[in-house]
């Protein structure tokens, strides 16, 4: 195997998310944690809609769904009467799947075990997290980043010195990358919302009402005007995750003994139980809210992804789910129900462009847009998750509305569901220096102001693709041609759909136009309209042909099968349209923009 091009420091979600990515564009990559030993704890649980994308991409999505549950349901018991439910309510708002969206449904799954499967499938592409190393310093210069890292074997330590193209910070919300960088950390550490998180088997019957009840729920216990407890089942049976939070906690006791005995004495007074039993305590941690964001994303050959870069409160569960984004385009306890997703989007933003550029099939300048696209998507997450915990932490009416024994649906609901804006299926990065749509001229919808974006919007560039299922495959390459584009799309390579709704002609100048690229750089996909005639359509340098026989795919990208001219849609690595194209001189911007000469 080669030498690791790349180094990623760090082995929670967003930097095994991203040396898998690598891995699948056949880059080398080295991965080092300075822990001795893998990460435990629950920790970040929530797997989002898009993050479920990616990995499908990525293909580990399966493994994750076998090993996760279902959405929860949080049941809040009468502090007057502590085995009866006043409340129950979904954590996440219920969203119907459509051709285009077939993702709309997340899942609970402890970051150990997700962590877990990310590492089955790096080790299985010939990578392994080297544990117990450290990185302690760094020096670059224009022919790249030397690495001052410390290995501690049989108790003795080792230094060593080694020089990569690139260094990414996936070391989490303490980077020691950041810090070697200089990086401030903006924003604030709040004592408002401090919570003691503990992983442990509860033993004794706990329910919400019968007919809601899930293996994944919730169940809050408590008087919230003074201290709360909160537990969480885990897919491990019998086992869960437990928080402690109010204004009222003894956060001294928990954290100064911190032993079963003190857990259980807490459970019992604040639950009004005695039979609710706690054993085999696996991992606990006191924790206050941070709400920060680094100044930068990176300098010169030197990234951060994931805490790294970001931290976040944890009642919009954003963290993990960004962080992984931001990879192919973490680990802290402040995940929730979406926490994997700004760790798995940020990296997926990052990973093929970094690929492109050490494999020498991109200029270094494509990796400025990892933080043209990024930086305004974390801002605008971060005040999200912001307003949402300041409403459900700080809000006085809404405590005072949950202490009430007769708490009516009107001031409740709402304050703990999390929307689908948070589940990241509108993001677009349509302002980005990299994308181009030749159907419109830019104007102010083109802007950071939207970066969430809206249901029901056209798809425009700088947009995530749509799937499309339903397709009859008319030639392909592969023995077990796919039928929907989801199935198409790979994180190694842009994908050209090439809707032909008129003559396949005047499809010849945009063809072309895309053979100028060295191979495995675009599959060409051809996509012709519900019984068209195939006479004339071009077979050469075209990886697909499909019938889009129930029209999701002209559909669900906006186009009409019966009159428009031939479109080309460059969709990128990462899902993200990067253009719609009608021209040959379009592509050719488009791809100049990513590759430099096309």
Request: proline content about 5%; some cysteine.
């Amino acid at each position: 195997m080669q030498s690791p091009q790349i180094l990623v420091v760090g082995s929670g979600p967003a930097g095994l998310a991203l040396a898998l990515s690598l891995l699948k564009n056949g880059v080398a990559v080295r991965i080092i944690e300075r822990d001795a030993r893998h990460h435990v704890g629950e920790r970040g649980p929530g797997v989002m809609p898009r993050t479920l994308e990616i990995e499908h991409f990525l293909g580990v999505a399966d493994d994750v769904r076998k090993a996760g549950m279902g959405m929860p349901t949080m049941h809040v018991f009468d502090p007057k009467d502590p085995y009866r439910v006043i409340k129950s309510q979904a954590m996440v708002e219920h969203v119907e799947e459509t051709p285009a969206f077939p993702v709309t449904h997340g899942v609970m799954l402890g970051q150990w075990r997700h962590q877990a499967i990310l590492r089955a499938h790096i080790e299985a592409l010939g990578g392994t997290v080297e544990l117990g190393t450290a990185l302690v310093g760094i020096e670059q210069d224009e022919s790249g980043a030397t690495a001052e890292i410390v290995r501690t074997v049989d108790g003795a330590q080792i230094e060593e010195k080694t020089k990569y193209a690139y260094i990414v910070g996936a070391d989490g919300a303490r980077s020691a990358v950041r810090k070697t960088l200089g990086l401030n950390f903006v924003g604030e550490t709040r004592e408002e919302g401090r919570m003691y998180i503990v992983d442990a088997r509860v033993d004794g019957a706990i329910e919400g009402p019968e007919k809601d009840e899930k293996p994944e729920d919730i169940y809050l216990f408590g008087d919230r005007e003074k201290k709360i407890a909160s537990l969480r089942h885990t897919a491990e049976p019998g086992c869960f995750q437990m928080f402690f939070a109010g204004p009222e906690m003894d956060f001294t006791t928990l954290r100064g003994r911190s032993d079963q005995e003190t857990i259980q004495n807490q459970l019992n007074d604040i639950t009004q139980r005695t039979d609710l039993k706690v054993s085999d305590i696996t991992w606990q941690i006191e924790w206050r809210p941070n709400i920060r964001m680094a100044e930068r994303f990176h300098v010169g050959r030197v990234f951060i992804i994931g805490d790294a870069a970001h931290a976040h409160s944890p009642t919009g569960g954003q963290g993990l789910n960004s962080s992984i984004q931001d990879a192919v385009r973490l680990s802290n306890p402040r995940h929730d129900i979406a926490a994997t997703q700004a760790d798995f989007i940020s990296q997926f933003n990052l990973a093929w462009k970094l690929a492109l550029v050490v494999q020498g099939r991109a200029p270094p300048a494509l990796l400025d847009s990892y933080e043209v696209e990024r930086v305004p998507v974390i801002a605008a997450m971060l005040k999200i998750t912001t307003d949402l915990f300041d409403r459900i932490v700080s809000r006085v009416d809404t405590q005072q509305a949950l202490a009430r024994a007769d708490a009516s649906a009107a001031s409740v609901d709402g304050v703990f569901t999390r929307g689908r804006n948070l589940f990241q299926l509108d993001l677009n990065y349509r302002w980005s220096t990299i994308v181009h749509d030749e159907r419109y001229a830019a104007d102010a919808t083109d802007s950071t102001g939207d970066v969430y974006g809206v249901e029901g919007h056209d798809v425009r560039a700088g947009d995530r693709a749509p799937d499309a299922p339903g397709l009859t495959a008319l030639s392909a390459k592969d023995d077990s041609p796919p039928t929907r584009l989801f199935d198409v799309f790979r994180p190694s390579a842009h994908t050209a759909l090439v809707f032909l709704a008129s003559s396949a002609v005047d499809a010849q100048p945009l063809l072309e136009a895309l053979q100028g690229l060295q191979s495995g750089l675009v599959r060409t996909v051809l996509v012709l309209p519900a019984g068209a005639s195939r006479a004339g359509v071009p077979s050469a340098n075209v990886d697909l042909t499909f019938e889009d026989t129930e029209g999701h795919a002209f559909g669900g990208y906006g186009l009409d099968a019966t009159g428009d001219a031939p479109t080309v849609v460059l969709v990128r690595p990462d899902g993200m349209v990067g253009a719609f194209a009608r021209s040959a001189a379009g592509i050719k911007d488009y791809l100049s923009a990513v590759y430099g000469s096309a």
